[in-house]
Nanobody, 125 residues
Framework: QVQLVESGGGLVQAGDSLRLSCAASGRTFNRAIMAWFRQAPGKEREFVAHITWSGVSTYYKESVKGRFTISRDNAKNTVYLQMNSLKPEDTAVYYC??????????????????WGLGIQVTVSS
């Protein structure tokens, strides 16, 4: 059974940084693609970033490129999202997700079998 627990969210000002962490249980973490999604009030859940099992390849939503960095530590079963130069439009609940065994479109929620409960990130102007 896989469980994902996010931490590190909070209220910050525009231009500040935050680092989100996602601790995963289960034995499949180090073979799985991991991702971060976010959902703002009244909007659909959207892709933010994902990382391959080895950590070699990373992919980002266009609007966060150059500001956000996804990384992972397979020894700690943890994936991170470093967020710099935060903007008010980054305000959302951020979710950690682990992909299922079947290959899919990793830019969409349907490719992910396991989800954390989410953590709030609020950026004030």
């Amino acid at each position: 059974q896989v469980q994902l627990v996010e931490s590190g969210g909070g209220l910050v000002q525009a231009g500040d940084s935050l680092r989100l962490s996602c601790a995963a249980s289960g034995r499949t973490f180090n073979r799985a693609i991991m991702a971060w999604f976010r959902q703002a009030p009244g909007k659909e859940r959207e892709f933010v970033a994902h990382i391959t099992w080895s950590g070699v390849s990373t992919y980002y939503k266009e609007s966060v490129k150059g500001r956000f960095t996804i990384s992972r530590d397979n020894a700690k079963n943890t994936v991170y999202l470093q967020m710099n130069s935060l903007k008010p439009e980054d305000t959302a609940v951020y979710y950690c997700a682990q992909a299922g065994l079947t290959a899919g479109n990793y830019y969409t929620p349907s490719a992910y079998a396991y989800w954390g409960l989410g953590i709030q990130v609020t950026v004030s102007s």
